[in-house]
């Protein structure tokens, strides 16, 4: 952390814990800032509980100590916006920019990691890192989470080298990936609880060019006096303001002026008492109709059932897996048996022994990673999957799915396997690179189609729509 990101941290320290003082004594001045304490103490104590076990485990390898210190000033800097974005008004986008400089320096160089013992870890790293765009956006959390997802597929590498490790490395690779995912998770839920609808700005601030953590300690009135009373209205240097005009409401005044009361009301009828509503009781009269009650239509929440893993005539069944119960791994599965996954929710399931097929239902959130497949691997009634073959599979078959990953590996690379689908959204493949350097290279499914009949052959031929040059 550079020793000008910790003065600014520790000036807002103080400022909060003085006015937390005066607030507490008898006869204390009422203060604005009470709002600035509970976001800015809120965000310390996240640095304390949440991040500070991170940057511990870090610390501990050299693929490491780099993660945690660009985490750190980034985190610490996004602090200091924090507190800025109470004094100050809303910047202009290029002083935004300025004031969010190191969080972007971090961002900007996590993205291109060079390959080597970490380079998961880093990759993992860049993409979580990018969760502070959100000092940027309006859906703070969602972004939060979406960026967290986005890191599972390298956290999952980091898991399986960790599996392979002794003591004390394996369980500190795994709590790189805990710790990690925790941070991002308790950054989400800051978010919602304080800016669930993006960083908010003090309209009556001054600029952030000019703001300093202990701007307002010198204008504060003292504890038990009463504040200073307004100064007078600003002189104004130029020409006195008109007051009417030769049109608009200039002319109606003095039209007004000049005819007198009089004048203006000698063409209006009067209103005679035969006239007033109050005396024609015998009319009838008009009653808006009585709306309806609106109806409330109420959430349903989902009933979470107890994790099931069981084998029954050849098949085991993995039911209502989810994020409680870690990773779910079927590790006794044999080459003649099936696996069906229902409804895993936001987790793991892990396959390590090549079996005779896979069929995913009603998953959400989950990434599945098996090693190999006879027949085929199965999906519907899904949506935000991942789909990770280490090894092999002949044939995957998608339905009524939407936002499916499938990683390929070299192996399938190699010998690429089919793909069968209907109604679909959003499905992409991932191979690996032309070199063990290269990125991976990510494509998408086409959804749409172009059908014709041909009159000749009496047959209808389908193309995927091409769209572009």
């Given at each position: 952390?550079?020793?000008?990101?910790?003065?600014?941290?520790?000036?807002?320290?103080?400022?909060?814990?003085?006015?937390?003082?005066?607030?507490?004594?008898?006869?204390?001045?009422?203060?604005?800032?009470?709002?600035?304490?509970?976001q800015i103490l809120a965000w310390g104590e996240y640095m304390k509980t949440h991040v500070q076990p991170f940057l511990d485990v870090c610390a501990?390898?050299?693929?490491?100590?780099?993660?945690?210190?660009?985490?750190?000033?980034?985190?610490?800097?996004?602090?200091?916006?924090?507190?800025?974005?109470?004094?100050?008004?809303?910047?202009?986008?290029?002083?935004?920019?300025?004031?969010?400089?190191?969080?972007?320096?971090?961002?900007?160089?996590?993205?291109?990691?060079?390959?080597?013992?970490?380079?998961?870890?880093?990759?993992?790293?860049?993409?979580?890192?990018?969760?502070?765009?959100?000092?940027?956006?309006?859906?703070?959390?969602?972004?939060?989470?979406?960026?967290?997802?986005?890191?599972?597929?390298?956290?999952?590498?980091?898991?399986?080298?960790?599996?392979?490790?002794?003591?004390?490395?394996?369980?500190?690779?795994?709590?790189?990936?805990?710790?990690?995912?925790?941070?991002?998770?308790?950054?989400?839920?800051?978010?919602?609880?304080?800016?669930?609808?993006?960083?908010?700005?003090?309209?009556?601030?001054?600029?952030?060019?000019?703001?300093?953590?202990?701007?307002?300690?010198?204008?504060?009135?003292?504890?038990?006096?009463?504040?200073?009373?307004?100064?007078?209205?600003?002189?104004?240097?130029?020409?006195?303001?008109?007051?009417?005009?030769?049109?608009?409401?200039?002319?109606?005044?003095?039209?007004?002026?000049?005819?007198?009361?009089?004048?203006?009301?000698?063409?209006?009828?009067?209103?005679?008492?035969?006239?007033?509503?109050?005396?024609?009781?015998?009319?009838?009269?008009?009653?808006?109709?009585?709306?309806?009650?609106?109806?409330?239509?109420?959430?349903?929440?989902?009933?979470?059932?107890?994790?099931?893993?069981?084998?029954?005539?050849?098949?085991?069944?993995?039911?209502?897996?989810?994020?409680?119960?870690?990773?779910?791994?079927?590790?006794?599965?044999?080459?003649?048996?099936?696996?069906?996954?229902?409804?895993?929710?936001?987790?793991?399931?892990?396959?390590?022994?090549?079996?005779?097929?896979?069929?995913?239902?009603?998953?959400?959130?989950?990434?599945?990673?098996?090693?190999?497949?006879?027949?085929?691997?199965?999906?519907?009634?899904?949506?935000?999957?991942?789909?990770?073959?280490?090894?092999?599979?002949?044939?995957?078959?998608?339905?009524?799915?939407?936002?499916?990953?499938?990683?390929?590996?070299?192996?399938?690379?190699?010998?690429?396997?089919?793909?069968?689908?209907?109604?679909?959204?959003?499905?992409?493949?991932?191979?690996?690179?032309?070199?063990?350097?290269?990125?991976?290279?990510?494509?998408?499914?086409?959804?749409?189609?172009?059908?014709?009949?041909?009159?000749?052959?009496?047959?209808?031929?389908?193309?995927?729509?091409?769209?572009?040059?």
């Amino acid at each position: 952390m550079s020793d000008a990101l910790l003065t600014r941290l520790e000036a807002v320290v103080n400022r909060l814990e003085k006015h937390a003082k005066k607030v507490g004594a008898p006869g204390a001045a009422a203060d604005d800032e009470e709002e600035v304490a509970e976001q800015i103490l809120a965000w310390g104590e996240y640095m304390k509980t949440h991040v500070q076990p991170f940057l511990d485990v870090c610390a501990k390898y050299d693929e490491m100590k780099k993660i945690g210190t660009d985490m750190e000033k980034a985190l610490t800097q996004t602090g200091v916006v924090i507190a800025a974005s109470v004094d100050c008004k809303k910047p202009a986008q290029n002083d935004m920019m300025k004031f969010l400089g190191p969080i972007v320096e971090v961002i900007s160089g996590s993205q291109n990691p060079k390959r080597g013992k970490g380079f998961d870890m880093e990759k993992s790293f860049g993409e979580c890192i990018q969760c502070l765009n959100w000092l940027l956006m309006p859906n703070t959390y969602k972004f939060i989470t979406g960026q967290k997802e986005a890191a599972d597929f390298y956290m999952i590498k980091i898991q399986k080298v960790a599996r392979d490790m002794e003591e004390p490395g394996k369980s500190d690779y795994r709590a790189f990936v805990a710790n990690l995912k925790k941070l991002m998770d308790e950054m989400s839920n800051y978010t919602k609880e304080f800016y669930k609808t993006g960083l908010v700005w003090n309209a009556k601030g001054g600029s952030i060019n000019d703001w300093k953590p202990n701007a307002k300690k010198a204008a504060a009135p003292a504890a038990g006096g009463a504040p200073p009373p307004p100064g007078p209205p600003p002189a104004s240097t130029g020409p006195p303001k008109k007051t009417g005009g030769s049109g608009g409401l200039g002319a109606v005044f003095g039209e007004l002026t000049s005819k007198g009361h009089s004048g203006v009301t000698a063409t209006l009828k009067k209103v005679t008492k035969d006239m007033k509503a109050k005396n024609n009781k015998d009319k009838p009269v008009l009653k808006p109709k009585a709306k309806a009650p609106a109806k409330k239509f109420t959430k349903k929440e989902e009933v979470v059932k107890e994790p099931k893993l069981y084998l029954n005539k050849g098949t085991w069944f993995s039911e209502n897996a989810n994020s409680s119960n870690g990773i779910t791994e079927i590790p006794d599965v044999q080459l003649k048996e099936n696996v069906y996954i229902l409804k895993p929710r936001d987790c793991i399931v892990r396959i390590p022994n090549k079996c005779k097929s896979i069929q995913i239902d009603g998953a959400h959130k989950a990434t599945i990673v098996f090693s190999s497949v006879v027949s085929l691997c199965e999906v519907f009634n899904s949506s935000r999957v991942k789909i990770i073959c280490e090894k092999f599979a002949p044939s995957f078959a998608i339905d009524k799915t939407s936002g499916v990953s499938i990683f390929l590996s070299e192996e399938n690379k190699a010998n690429p396997p089919d793909i069968i689908c209907s109604s679909i959204s959003e499905v992409n493949i991932v191979v690996p690179g032309a070199t063990p350097e290269a990125d991976p290279i990510e494509m998408a499914l086409p959804e749409q189609y172009i059908s014709k009949y041909d009159p000749a052959t009496g047959k209808i031929t389908t193309e995927p729509v091409v769209h572009g040059d």
